[in-house]
């Protein structure tokens, strides 16, 4: 869990959550689709694993992403997008990203309809003190 005293640099990281309605967090079917998605935001560098608190329940998977650059947010954002695409393409619908922010505690959710919109994105950054 991420501490409430954030530093200025930590102040860009949000946790990262995909799920399907309908679906539980931990079904195998979901988990493969979720692991895309979580698997090119790890190559890209703009996440890691969450780290797993005793005592606490959780997602099956949740990572960690600092979107502080320029970068970083922009892969984010390509990545989440072509996401969307590639699930459209699999027939498989009703699909969220849920990104929190860390310090604030702010959900934002993101899907295909708003994935491209610019409000959002400009939500997200805001957040991020851009």
Not at 10 to 38: I, M, N, P
Not at 77 to 86: H, L, P, T
Request: net charge negative; with cysteine; hydrophobic share 45%.
């Amino acid at each position: 869990m991420i501490s409430d005293n954030l530093t200025d640099a930590e102040a860009d990281v949000f946790l990262v959550e995909a799920t399907r309605e309908g679906w539980s967090a931990d079904d195998e079917r979901w988990l493969r689709q979720a692991e895309v998605l979580y698997r090119d935001l790890r190559r890209a560098d703009v996440a890691q694993p969450e780290v797993a608190q005793p005592g606490r329940k959780g997602m099956a998977e949740t990572l960690i992403i600092a979107l502080g650059s320029a970068g970083a947010f922009t892969a984010a954002r390509d990545i989440f997008r072509a996401w969307f695409e590639s699930r459209a393409k699999a027939n498989v619908s009703h699909v969220n990203i849920t990104i929190k922010h860390a310090r604030s505690g702010r959900e934002i959710v993101v899907n295909a309809e708003n994935v491209d919109d610019p409000k959002l994105w400009d939500v997200v950054k805001q957040l991020c003190g851009k």
